[in-house]
């Protein structure tokens, strides 16, 4: 089969692509796409000083970065935008943390090895362990009226019992953000269900996560102060 003139002229025709200014617009004859400048795919780490290595180490680039603490469990490094607007994101450190459900009712034996190994120790987690340890009796005694105070049954000698009040609230220090910085502590509204079941309700509207990225900040402006002072990172909470 072959081609008339008029059909090839209508082809090339339909091939070429003609742009139009109207007004303060451009209109093309046909749908453009854009061919993207490369971006690398980001390194994942798992603490701050992995990060501080890497932009140290000027490993991928020996361009300005910025550091953007994102929340208390994740921080990433980006370069400026280039021609298309996009950032290079070169890596991101992500905390490794324990996981706890504030909120949820968990068995006596679950909520002591939970306290134990994702709390550092201060003396509200001893205290809270101390009468979590020695309930003896699965009731729960409501007291007073406040919706607050609460009375367990405890063992205080070898063969005696005692009424202990619940404290209410506590300050704890879970470990929420990166192992490197200082754990924020804050207040928890501490509960027991029939059964002897226990659980821990955030107190204090979030203002953890503001004192654990402050935290960060300060350890990444310590351990980068050469790189900052040169304005080769800038750190962004």
Known sequence: MTMTREAIEKVLEIGTIETHKIGEQTYSTQRLHLVQEPTPAEIIVRSLSGLVGYVKSEFDTTEPVMIHI?????????????????????????????????????????FNIALQSGFVQNNHRDIVLQVVGTVVEEDVKEIGDDGVSQAVTVKTGVASRGNAKVPNPVQLSPYRTFVEVEQPESKFVF?????????????????????????????????????????????LA
């Open 70 to 110: 994102v929340n208390p469990t994740t921080v990433s490094c980006f370069t400026a935008v280039n021609g298309d607007k996009a950032r290079s994101t070169y890596i991101e450190a992500q905390a490794s943390i324990p996981r706890f459900n504030f909120g949820s009712f968990y068995d006596r034996e679950e």
């Open 191 to 235: 509960r027991m269900r029939e059964g002897a079941r226990c659980g821990l309700f955030e107190a204090d509207g979030g203002a953890w996560k503001l004192e654990a990225m402050n935290n960060i900040k300060e350890y990444l402006n310590k351990a980068l102060s050469q790189e900052v002072e040169s304005k080769k990172v800038f750190i």
